[in-house]
């Protein structure tokens, strides 16, 4: 993975740099979204903007323009074959203490990076995990949001270092399996989908919801509720997604072996073919 | 208050910008101080670095050269009468991942920023709070520590714009009361002070801590321990503190009132003449 984007706007200028005093970096004060590029298009862009838009009203960040901000993306991955399209929206610049001034004006970042790498093998045949140490602190006013306070998910991931462990799948306090360090979680049990429950902690993820629309249109009943680590490990099929990775089919939790099934293969195939009229 | 600092060192140098890529804005993930200036001493320095020096570890920050960023810290508030410091430690830049690059080095931010202007009031006679709807996850990876994760403040300060509430109080999900937006929380029952265990979740504040070490040379009990709302409703007397503010009584809590007690009017005078040996 490439450590410096290739690209960054702030604010529609090109720069590499924001306000020391910018409440992103005081308080993690606003959001962001992890944009799939494809052969210069944004995968998935109404669904990043929804929940972007849902976000900024829930902090009382502002309204964003979003035909500026989607005008601004498509000239930084134009030509891009394949690339990672990060937007950032802050609450701007604005004091020393918490509460926000009240004349503040959001920050708005664009940045381009490289597509990472990941064997063809994890999505094809599928990936370790494992079950990290670090729990997720539950807390509903900011549950489900993409939001910048991310230092648990960062904490979990320090938790490991062997490249053979793709993903690490995180519990809330109460022992409740929530989602990966930076995907969703879905199980299969007796023929049905199931993934957890996010009003309490964990990141509504945009591949996770149009997973659920896939699995809808082909008649899959998906439950959305609390799910047990025993149910995890009981499960017929696990997998993982995000907007980069797609679907990775789970193999291993800990020491817990899983095949690909048919479920997780065939949602592989409708996300493939899938004529996404969200494409920009 | 002065929405923007006077002046601010970045790594050493004077600027007011860090990189778009600094994980402290990607993900929050770093620590920050606040410490009170007084004729360009810097307040209680020796308790600000334990615990930066404790949180870097916790997070595995690294080391910190705590010499140079003290040469840093005084020489920026040379000849400042009255002034608030910041201190920002951020795991530096690197990468879309949560995983930190091996070779990161830390950023270190400080801004020297303008003393607050509070009415005399507030410490004389005392305060009104209200108690926040914005509740505190549980994290006890992360609990103690003045991480930049803090979108909880932000949401919990927005919550009132009445200029004679001077603090909220936050509980946690359980109902228990924890701390003040920008403080913490003492209550005296029965002629011993009380103050919210904070092992799962809130800011272990410099000012608590002093406010303890104080109390046990007078001889004073202190019990750490869960408080619940109504205990904070019976207290004979409760008062919020921090670096800046030192003691605030509390005089009322959304409708319940209280007067200032002996304990807390003997505390202040305890702080007042505390000959304190970690001025720097």
Redesign the interface.
Known sequence: ?????IR?L?NGEA???????????????GL?E?IACVDGKLQLWHLHMQRLQAGCER??LGDIDIDALRDECLGLVDGVVRG?L?V?I??G?????????EDVTATR?V?L?DW?MHPESAHAQGISTIICN?????????AGMK????????????EWNDEAIREGLMLD?TGHVIEG??SNVFLVRKGRLLTPDLTR?GVAGIMRAHVMGLAAQENMTVDIRAITLTELQQADEVFVCNSLIAIWPVRRVDDTTFEKGPLTTRLQACLARANDDSIT
């Not at 720069?15 to 004060?29: E, I, K, P, Q």
């Not at 939001?147 to 320090?158: F, I, P, S, W």
């Open positions: 993975m490439t450590v410096e984007p960054v702030v720069s590499n740099a924001v306000a020391t005093t910018d409440r992103g970096l005081l308080y993690g004060d962001f992890t902090l009382g990672v990060k950032i802050t609450r610049t604005g004091g020393r203490g918490y509460r926000p001034p970042i940045q990076h990472p670090t729990r997720l602190g539950q807390n509903p006013s900011l939001h910048l306070n991310r230092l648990e998910q960062v904490m979990a991931r320090r306090n360090t930076m902690c």
